[in-house]
């Protein structure tokens, strides 16, 4: 089992910056890829990034640019750096990773096999 812990979040005004980061622990071991989605009120759960252990990395269009994700596979941690943000990014983000080497679409939150508990980030106009 891996348990996933988020933090980071909070209140920001527009075009302000926040980095959430989620703590994986457990059977590390096995988790190759680590994921951020998010879900903003009243809507369905979004893919917002992706980083494997082998290097891949993704973005959903509506960051690309603005957001950043980054490992450190030392402290079992993975990192979203937010820029730029703006009343649309209000959401809860959670984490997520998968602990499979095979993997279809790592946008697709079916893959994954575990969950944070989210964390609330909200923007102000």
């Known amino acids: 089992q891996v348990q996933l812990v988020e933090s980071g979040g909070g209140l920001v005004q527009a075009g302000g910056s926040l980095r959430l980061s989620c703590e994986a622990s457990?059977?590390?071991?096995?988790?190759?890829?680590m994921s951020w989605f998010r879900q903003p009120p009243g809507k369905e759960r979004e893919f917002v990034a992706a980083?494997?252990?082998?290097?891949?990395?993704d973005y959903a269009a509506s960051v690309k640019g603005r957001f950043t994700i980054f490992r450190d596979n030392t402290k079992n941690t993975v990192y979203l750096q937010m820029n730029s943000l703006n009343p649309e990014d209000t959401a809860t983000y959670y984490c997520?990773?998968?602990?499979?080497?095979?993997?279809?679409?790592?946008?697709?939150?079916?893959?994954?096999?575990?969950w944070g508990q989210g964390t609330q980030v909200t923007v102000s106009s």
């Open positions: 457990g059977r590390t071991f096995n988790v190759y890829v």
């Open positions: 980083s494997s252990r082998g290097g891949t990395i």
């Open positions: 997520a990773a998968i602990d499979k080497t095979i993997w279809f679409n790592l946008r697709r939150s079916s893959e994954y096999d575990y």
